[in-house]
């Protein structure tokens, strides 16, 4: 069974950083994407970043702010932020995209979520 657990959410003052991390365990053979998505309360859930056969896409409101990284050796993948704002207050998912070995199909797998609140 494939589990994705994100660690890293936190209280944090505005201008603050935080360092999440998440790391996929199981069978895996294969992962052709991972990455980080956000949602606050009453939104929908949106990308942040995500790691797509080596580039990494960013959404407008992080580029700068936000660096995604993967570590493929350990199935890894970390989400430092910087310059921390408060509408970055949201529950913050990691997200992969790992072969099935049953199916021979990739399929989108999400850990339990993190919170990240930043507040004064």
């Known amino acids: 069974q494939i589990q994705l657990v994100e660690s890293g959410g936190d209280v944090v003052q505005p201008g603050g950083s935080l360092r999440l991390s998440c790391t996929a365990s199981g069978r895996i053979s294969s992962t052709n994407a991972m990455g980080w998505y956000r949602q606050a309360p009453g939104k929908e859930r949106e990308l942040v970043a995500r790691?797509?056969?080596?580039?990494?896409n960013y959404a407008n409101s992080v580029k700068d702010r936000f660096t995604c990284s993967r570590d493929n050796a350990r199935n890894t993948v970390t989400l430092q932020m910087n310059s921390l704002k408060p509408e970055d207050t949201a529950v913050y998912y990691c997200?992969?995209?790992?072969?099935?070995?049953?199916?021979?199909?990739?399929?989108?797998?999400w850990g339990q979520g993190t919170l990240v609140t930043v507040s004064s």
């Open positions: 790691i797509v056969s080596g580039r990494t």
């Open positions: 997200n992969a995209r790992i072969l099935n070995l049953a199916t021979m199909t990739y399929l989108e797998y």
